[in-house]
C-alpha cells in the first residue's frame, strides 16, 4: 500500500447538490484519487469569490490556517497557479474545515482516506472499482467484503458529517465578502502583474468587511481546534547570517513594541496598531521618525535595499533612536513571479544591505504589492524573518493628499490594524492628526518586532 507522505490536495471544483456544497479534489502522492470532500456553506462560498475553474488555472488547497483575532475568523490559503506563475489567495473557512483538514493531513495510507467520513469517491472511482471487481472475481474476499461495505459506511457517515456541519450555527456569514474585496489597492501604480495577481490577495483581506465583530466578543478567547496547525514563531527560525549570532542589542527605548509569533501577520489584537512605512528609506524617513519621536508612538519602517544605499544616515538615526526596520526586498520585486533562489535573494540581500548599518539582525519582511506564495514563505523563514502584510490601506501612494488619509483612518475600525503607508510629504503631514486619533481611541501605537 502506497504511503501518502507529501500529499498535494488539487481543487478541481465546487458542486452543489440538494444545498450541500463539496469540493472535487485530487490527492495525489505516490498515486493520486479523486474525492468528493463535504463542506459547509460559508467555506464554500468563501471560496467560489476566488476561483474561476476555467481549464487554464490549477488551484491547490494549502495545509497552513491562521487565526484572524482581530475578526475572529479562521483564514486557509488556496495557490492559483499556471505554467511557473502562482500566487496565494487567503479564504474564510470554518472550524469543520480545518478539523477535516488536519485530518487529511495526518493520513499515510490509502485505507486511511477511505474512512475519512466526510470524503467519499467520485462516479468515476466507484466505476473503476466496480469494473475491477468483475474482472478479478478469484481476489481476497475479505478486500472484497470490505469495498462493498465501504460505500454504505461513507455514505451514512457522510450524511452524519455534513449534518454537524450544518448545525454550526457558530460560522459567521458576515465573513464573506473578505474574499471580495478588491486586491488592486494595494498595488504600486504602474506595476504590470497577470489579470488573476489584480483581483484579490492577502493584504486587502482583513478590509472587506465593514460591520465589525460585536463587542462582546472582542474580549472572548480563541476558539480550540484540536489539532490546529501550529505556526512556526520567530523564535524557531533558523539564523538569515552570522550577523545574527552577534552579541549586539536592540537600543534601549521606552517606545511601545509588539512582539510577531506567527510566520505571517496582517493585523494585530485588539487595542494594538501598527503604523508601517513602505518603499523607503528616502528624504521623508527622518520626517516620519521625528513626527514619530514627538508623540511617543512607535512605528515600522520597510525598506527596499537598494534605497538603503542612497540614505545609510537615515538607516543608522531610525535605527539608534529605537524604531523597527525590516525589508521591502532588493528591488521592490513581485515575488510570486521569481524562482525559489530569486525569491531568496530578494530577501537576504535586502537584509545585508540593512544590516551592514545597523549591525542588528532583520527579523521582519514585507513582500511588495503583499504577493506572496509558498516559496516566498520558505525563503523568508530559512533567512529568519516573519512576513508582515496589514489589514488597512488608505492608499495614500494614489491619492497623495493628506485629508483623504486621515478621512480613511478615522472612518474605519483601527484597533488591531496594521496600516500601510509610504514615505511621502502627505504621510508626513496627515501623521501627526492620525497619531491624536488613534490616540483618543485608547490605542497603543506599536512597533513591530
Known sequence: ??????????????????????????????????????????????????????????????????????????????????????????????????????????????????????????????????????EEPGRNQQKKHKRQRLPMRRVAITALSMLSILLLGSFDALSLPVAESPGASAFTAGTALPAFQSVRHTAAMAEASSNPAPKKLE????????????????????PQTE???????????????????????????????????????SKYSAKIMK????????????????????????????QESGYSIGSHSMNHANMPLLAYEEQEAQIKSAAESIEAITKQPVTLFRPPYGAFNEMTEEASRAHGSSIVLWNKDPEDWLTRDRDKILHYVRHTEPSG???????????????PSIIAYLKDQNLKIVSLQ
Open 291 to 318: 513626527v514619530l519621536k514627538e508623540h511617543q508612538v512607535g512605528g515600522t519602517f520597510f525598506f527596499v535595499g537598494e534605497n538603503v544605499g542612497k540614505h545609510p544616515a537615515a538607516v543608522r538615526a531610525i
Open 1 to 134: 500500500m502506497s504511503v501518502f507522505y507529501g500529499k498535494v490536495i488539487e481543487l478541481q471544483d465546487i458542486e452543489q447538490h440538494e444545498g450541500q456544497y463539496g469540493m472535487r479534489i485530487r490527492l495525489s502522492a505516490a498515486e493520486s484519487f479523486e474525492y468528493v470532500w463535504a463542506i459547509d456553506n460559508a467555506t464554500a462560498e468563501s471560496l467560489l469569490a476566488i476561483v474561476d475553474f476555467d481549464g487554464i488555472h490549477k488551484y491547490r488547497l494549502s495545509r497552513h490556517t491562521v487565526w484572524d483575532a482581530n475578526r475572529r475568523q479562521y483564514i486557509g490559503y488556496i495557490t492559483k497557479t499556471r505554467r511557473d506563475q502562482s500566487i496565494r489567495y487567503p479564504f474564510v473557512c470554518s472550524e469543520a474545515f480545518i478539523h477535516n483538514l488536519n485530518a487529511v493531513q495526518r493520513v499515510q495510507h490509502l485505507d486511511e482516506i477511505h474512512a475519512l467520513p466526510f470524503l467519499s469517491l467520485t462516479y468515476a472511482e466507484r466505476e473503476a472499482e466496480t469494473l475491477q471487481e468483475e
Open 417 to 431: 490594524s496594521i496600516i500601510l503607508l509610504h514615505e511621502s510629504q502627505a504621510v508626513i503631514d496627515a501623521l
Open 243 to 281: 550577523l545574527k549570532q552577534q552579541t549586539g542589542t536592540r537600543p534601549q527605548t521606552e517606545l511601545p513594541s509588539f512582539e510577531l509569533k506567527d510566520a505571517v501577520t496582517y493585523s494585530l489584537p485588539k487595542g494594538y496598531v501598527a503604523l508601517t512605512f513602505d518603499d523607503g528609506p
Open 219 to 238: 474580549s472572548e478567547p480563541r476558539p480550540k481546534v484540536s489539532s490546529e496547525p501550529k505556526l512556526r514563531p520567530q523564535a524557531e527560525l533558523k
